[in-house]
């Protein structure tokens, strides 16, 4: 059980469980923002009706094109929760591209490709649907529907996990904590492994060259950069130190590989071995926009390079993977082999 404390003068001081009016309060809270579940995902419906006259509580998309059903557990028993949920995720894996183009405009009352951008800050995908997941969102759950839950992830690579929320009472305030049963990451991956090709440890970098960072600054002076708000910036997130990147620059082709040397820090506190990277002669200097707004200051996270060329010198091939993301896993198998010939990338799945 999810327990709070608050520090007071004479020590820490248990905060007392409340509870609900409405669990219908919870879904109009995770409407809002499914970040409090660590979801990061755009919604595209609610109260979703199914040919089978089923209504899917919270329906998103993630930002690779994939839906989430999100459900609420209310009066039902667990068990029934479980099976609920799983007769959704049926009828949500036959929706096609334009099924979710339509379901998106009718709750959005806009386009998708809009709100997508807006959400994500980069282009939708032309394929919707490709995977999907499913989320139980509980206060609890009982041992039988937790052996399921974790037989379906672990044992099948189902896409499937519970998010407990715990309500407390203070002074007059709700007070909400969120926990995932099981490791969402891990469920992500068991679930990615099932329909994608294996994923060796390498990270693609869109460099994207323009008006507040340059290639030839970030070439010299080891870092990739992203700015302008947490959606382009906040990717940067996954890239942690030892992690092997391949950077691309768009019309263009893939332009170093390297392995990040630091976490993501706000441009102005980024430290070269010449100095502060602000301090230096760059190319671009406007890697210096909003230097002191923590949300839309320019992000770096340090590299060391090595191999790079110059943009004039990119090197790519028909068919060679390239995205919108600012940061995503390269999975596609010729170019990890086009990379690994060109640049030296070696994996440790490749190592002697």
Known sequence: MTK?????????????????????????????????????????????????????????????????????????????????VLDYASWVATRTTADVHALAQKYLQRPLSAAFVDRFGEALPERLNASHSMVIVASALDPSSQRIVRYLSQVHGVGINTAFFTVFEHGGETLLTTDWFLDQEEVVARSEAKVRAPWQGLWYVNVGQGPHRNWDDMRKYGFVSAGGGSQWSGPLRNLEPGAPIAAYQKSAGYVGYGI?????????????????????????????????????????????????????????????????????????????????????????????
């Open 260 to 352: 990040v040397t630091t976490a993501p820090v706000m441009a102005r506190d980024f430290i070269t071995p010449h100095g502060p990277i602000l301090d230096q002669q760059l190319v671009q200097p406007n890697l210096s926009r909003d230097r002191d707004d923590a949300e839309r200051a320019e992000y770096v996270v340090g590299v060391d390079w090595q191999s790079a060329v110059t943009v004039a010198e990119a090197r790519t091939f028909p068919g060679a993977f390239s995205n919108q993301h600012i940061v995503c896993r390269l999975r596609h198998s010729e170019t990890v082999e086009f990379l690994r010939q060109n640049f030296g990338i070696q994996l440790p799945s490749q190592a002697p």
């Open 4 to 84: 709070l404390y608050r520090s007071t003068d004479k020590g820490l001081e248990a905060v007392a469980p409340g509870r609900l009016t409405s669990e219908d309060m919870i879904e109009g809270w995770v409407a809002a923002n499914p970040g409090l579940l660590g979801l990061d995902v755009l919604v595209i419906g609610r109260q979703v009706v199914t040919d089978h006259n089923g209504r899917i509580d919270l329906l998103g998309i993630d930002s690779e094109g994939n839906l989430a059903v999100m459900e609420l557990k209310r009066a039902m028993t667990p068990r029934e929760i479980v099976a609920q």
